[in-house]
């Protein structure tokens, strides 16, 4: 899956749904995630995001992992906002601090709405290959400069993601440790600029290649769609859930 997952993609109705709808679909999806405001709407966000992720049968650990990772990026926003959101606000004085009522809420509301577009994003590059994603891009008039910049910056993150692993192998079995010291820093400097700089040698060959092979700025693909019932109806379902959510946010809850 170039470097999405480290399986094959599973049978799903969610793998089996046409690449230019599941596009769309989850994109609107996590637009309508994104302008949510209040709390409940944005846990029942999150919930349905689950259920996509349940119904596209990915692996428990895998997604796990990853969500785990993006709860960390995200958890700043409910420890952060109570003490910093409408100071001025309802609110209580707990010793020298002030806890704003607002910020209670709306802390953990983007904690879960960045839950909730992680989860969809996963289920997006997770269930095709990058490849076939991008020409659905393509077909849905995604201009293809930005296709092929998408495309590449994809696939050579993954290389050099794994030029970084290779790195951190070769460390380790050198016998080194990760521990605060002048040394660790040293190293810890040179095998970043190493990868950098083995990243910059890369761009260069693959400029080249891609001249000498004719390449004319356009995106090309030969890859083919073909819409059935089952792909509108995935659809249309999906959006009618992300807009029956953002008007409960927006009319009921406001």
Do not use: N
Not at 92 to 107: C, D, F, H, N
Request: aromatic content about 6%; overall charge positive; glycine content about 8%.
């Amino acid at each position: 899956m170039s470097g999405a997952a480290p399986w094959r993609v599973p049978d799903s109705v969610v793998s089996r749904w046409d690449a230019r709808w599941k596009l769309a679909g989850v994109t609107l999806a996590a637009s309508a995630v994104a302008a949510l405001s209040r709390l409940p709407s944005s846990a029942a966000a999150l919930g349905l995001a689950l259920l996509l992720v349940v119904a596209a049968r990915l692996p428990r650990r895998w997604v796990g992992d990853r969500l785990a990772l993006l709860a960390f990026a995200a958890a700043p926003f409910p420890l952060v906002l109570p003490f910093t959101l409408d100071p001025a606000g309802p609110g209580w004085e707990v010793g020298p601090v002030r806890v704003s009522e607002r910020g209670l809420v709306v802390g953990p509301a983007v904690f879960l709405r960045c839950l909730a577009i992680g989860s969809l994003a996963l289920v997006l590059l997770a269930t095709a290959p990058a490849a076939q994603t991008l020409a659905a891009a393509h077909a849905l008039r995604v201009p293809g400069v930005l296709v092929l910049l998408a495309g590449l910056a994809h696939r050579y993150a993954v290389q050099l993601g794994q030029e970084l692993r290779r790195v951190r192998t070769a460390l380790r079995t050198r016998g080194f440790r990760l521990r605060a010291g002048r040394h660790a820093y040293r190293t810890l400097g040179q095998v970043v600029g190493a990868v950098l700089v083995r990243g910059a040698d890369r761009a260069d060959r693959v400029a080249q290649a891609m001249r000498c092979r004719g390449f004319d700025g356009r995106f090309h693909t030969t890859t083919s769609f073909r819409s059935r019932p089952a792909d509108i109806i995935t659809f249309a379902a999906v959006v009618a859930a992300a807009v029956a959510i953002l008007t409960w946010d927006r009319l009921v809850l406001s």
